[in-house]
Nanobody, 127 residues
Framework: VQLQASGGGLVQDGGSLRISCAASGRRFSSTATGWFRQAPGKEREFVAAIRWSGDFTYYADSVKGRFTISRNNAKNTVYLQMNSLKPEDTAVYYC?????????????????????WGQGTQVTVSS
């Protein structure tokens, strides 16, 4: 599975942005997908994830209620809709894919669970 993130940009505090993760490879529809982010000088952190079937989603507490992850397996694409953006959301956002099918939250929160990573897309929220 190869992943390509896109859609990042500059947005004002309180604004919205949708980033996408396009995948190539026949196995994408059977892989879970997650979004992680890394701000300058900080460690990479979990943002959101969605099971391969789309039946369960997982969110970091910091984005719950503001971000929504979704997937369209027919288009081999996963989306992250980000609303009510804050300056602290500024980071490089990475999408990743994992082969696991568990319902365990900790599995999806752990970056080591993901075998495939895309390049990042920069999201900058100005105050």
């Amino acid at each position: 599975v190869q992943l390509q993130a896109s859609g990042g940009g500059l947005v004002q505090d309180g604004g919205s942005l949708r980033i996408s993760c396009a995948a190539s490879g026949r196995r994408f529809s059977s892989t879970a997908t997650g979004w992680f982010r890394q701000a300058p000088g900080k460690e990479r952190e979990f943002v959101a994830a969605i099971r391969w079937s789309g039946d369960f989603t997982y969110y970091a507490d910091s984005v719950k209620g503001r971000f929504t992850i979704s997937r369209n397996n027919a288009k081999n694409t996963v989306y992250l809709q980000m609303n009510s953006l804050k300056p602290e959301d500024t980071a490089v956002y990475y999408c990743a894919a994992a082969d696991g099918t568990t319902y365990s939250t900790s599995y999806y929160q752990n970056s080591h669970s993901y075998e495939y990573w895309g390049q990042g897309t920069q999201v900058t929220v100005s105050s």
